[in-house]
């Protein structure tokens, strides 16, 4: 999930949460109006907070793939679906 934090003398700014995932989301769809495909992997061995996943699949969607370490192969065969994908 993105997450950044900027500090100066004056104040903080920090990019995360809801507006963070919606603003990386509208970045992705520009990019998608070039015609790139997106293919975006969440990896983790740990059971992770909720949270984290709804705001990965507000952020990309159904090109979104959740990918449990001890399944890596499932890297391999989501890369081949998406090459053998016509538009």
């Known amino acids: ?3 950044m934090t900027y500090q100066n003398e004056t104040y903080t700014y920090y990019y995360n949460g809801e507006s963070a995932a919606q603003h990386t989301k509208r970045q992705i769809n520009k990019i998608k109006e070039h015609n790139y ?3 975006s992997y969440f990896i983790t061995a740990y059971d992770t907070e909720p949270i ?3 705001q990965f699949n507000i952020m990309y969607g ?3 793939k959740f990918i ?3 399944n890596i192969n499932s890297i391999a065969r989501t890369i081949n679906e998406m ?3 016509k538009d």
């Open 52 to 54: 984290a996943k709804k």
């Open 1 to 3: 999930v993105p997450y």
């Open 68 to 70: 449990d370490t001890n």
């Open 83 to 85: 090459f053998l994908q």
């Open 62 to 64: 159904k090109d979104a």
């Open 37 to 39: 495909q997106i293919l």
